[in-house]
């Protein structure tokens, strides 16, 4: 994406680049961390951010995982 031209110059000003984020490798998990997981969502006062935090996955991760279980 671009900004707009800069007055008179015709042309357009681009944003400085960043440093390139480092590719992490893919992490899995297995049905039993993924059926625990999804058990700490019935506790009482549990939220799917809050054990999702706790347990370092993303709350998509958690809301996947749940819908599998349907």
Do not use: C, I, N, Y
């Not at 007055?7 to 944003?15: D, E, N």
């Not at 680049?17 to 058990?39: I, L, N």
């Not at 347990?55 to 998509?60: A, D, F, H, K, P």
């Amino acid at each position: 994406m671009t900004s707009p031209a800069a007055p008179g110059l015709g042309v357009a000003v681009l944003p400085e680049r960043g440093t390139p984020h480092e590719q992490k490798p893919r992490r899995s998990f297995t049905a039993e961390f993924k059926e625990q997981a999804v058990a700490r969502l019935s506790e009482p006062g549990a939220t799917q951010t809050s054990v999702a935090r706790e347990l370092g996955v993303t709350r998509s991760q958690l809301k996947g995982w749940r819908l599998q279980r349907l």
